[in-house]
């Protein structure tokens, strides 16, 4: 799971002023079909306007929204069958995490968001592929690529802090503005309270899809496990590495454990079998032969799990080598890669 909050810039990336530009370029794929908290099937036109109304005592050149991209794996797609009822599940619970991120005691309700589901990725300079010269830039990415994008709104929701504040929930003189970009964590003192901090909220993303959809993960997969084999010291990544040793070892011996007891149940079937034909009892041998259906499915079943369980672990270790090669790359001088100062 990759949860990405991007930083400011110019063009689309200028969040200053009206989130219009990327709600258009959003739309690149197809009209409309936003979803909210409490809304589907929104019009873009209606997005914008929405989003560019809720805004309060924010200055000329300060940030009026961000942007969230929500890109699960190849595997965890697989897992929800890519199926957009799930992904616009997951969204709602990723931004109920969101709000409750910033430690103000706020749900999705405060806030303003809205999103669109994607489902092709192009190739950009960031990519090894392209820096390798492997890939052109623009070209289409293979595969399953279907990912999120959310836009919400800095300031909260207006209506609802208003509504709030008349019922006497709170008596706060003006809403929060809450930005995900903060460099401040937990402050409990001082002019500006809460704070956000992004690992914590990559990881409660990441929990939202496992609980949601009782995703098994492995270790090497997990947030904790590559931000910590890229960030961390070197007593952590030790510590992983061996975790990650231990797993793929008890993964094996799971494996051949199913593989053991597939055969012992094939052995029974079989003798089975042939008591009851011996016996010419036409009743009892198609019991037989209907439980023995039923066993031969439930073991394809088992063999095709296995089978998925193995292709993750090599689709992880592929990654892995990938992000040791792109990270001597990044080591490397820009000059001698072709790029420009």
Not at 195 to 220: A, I, K, P
Not at 270 to 287: F, H, K, N, P
């Amino acid at each position: 799971m990759m949860t990405k909050i991007p930083s400011g810039g110019s063009g689309l990336s200028n969040r200053s002023g009206s989130c219009g530009g990327l709600v258009a370029y959003l739309e690149k794929e197809q009209l409309g079909q936003w979803f909210s908290r409490g809304a589907d099937a929104v019009p873009g036109y209606q997005v914008t306007a929405e989003l560019d109304a809720n805004k309060r005592n924010l200055g000329r050149e300060a940030d009026k929204y961000y942007q969230i991209v929500l890109a699960p794996s190849k595997s965890e797609l697989a897992h929800i069958g890519s199926d957009p009822e799930a992904l616009k599940a997951f969204t709602r619970s990723a931004m109920d995490a969101y709000a409750q991120n910033f430690g103000k005691g706020i749900e999705s309700r405060d806030l303003v968001w809205y999103a669109k589901i994607e489902h092709s990725r192009s190739y950009d300079y960031t990519d090894r592929a392209v820096q390798l010269g492997e890939q052109a830039k623009g070209g289409m990415k293979l595969g399953d690529q279907t990912h999120i994008h959310v836009i919400v709104s800095r300031t909260e929701n207006l209506k609802t802090y208003r509504q709030d504040l008349s019922e006497g929930l709170h008596e706060r003189k003006n809403p929060y503005h809450l930005s995900p970009l903060t460099n401040h964590k937990g402050t409990t003192k001082g002019v500006v309270l809460g704070g956000f901090e992004r690992n914590g909220f990559s990881q409660r993303v990441e929990q939202r899809f496992d609980q949601g959809f009782g995703y098994e993960r492995s270790l090497t997969e997990s947030f904790r496990y590559l931000h910590g084999m890229k960030y961390g010291d070197e007593g952590l990544k030790a510590e992983l590495q061996q975790a990650a040793t231990l797993e793929r070892s008890q993964q094996r011996e799971q494996a051949q454990a199913l593989e053991l007891a597939s055969q012992q149940r094939q052995t029974e079937l079989q003798t089975g079998l042939g008591q009851v034909y011996r016996q010419q009892d036409t009743r009892e041998l198609s019991r037989a032969l209907e439980q023995a259906e039923q066993i031969r499915q439930q073991l394809a079943q088992q063999r095709q799990q296995e089978q998925a369980r193995q292709l993750e672990i090599e689709r992880v270790e592929r990654l892995k080598q990938e992000q040791k090669l792109e990270q001597s790359i990044q080591q490397t001088p820009r000059q001698g890669r072709g790029l420009e100062r």
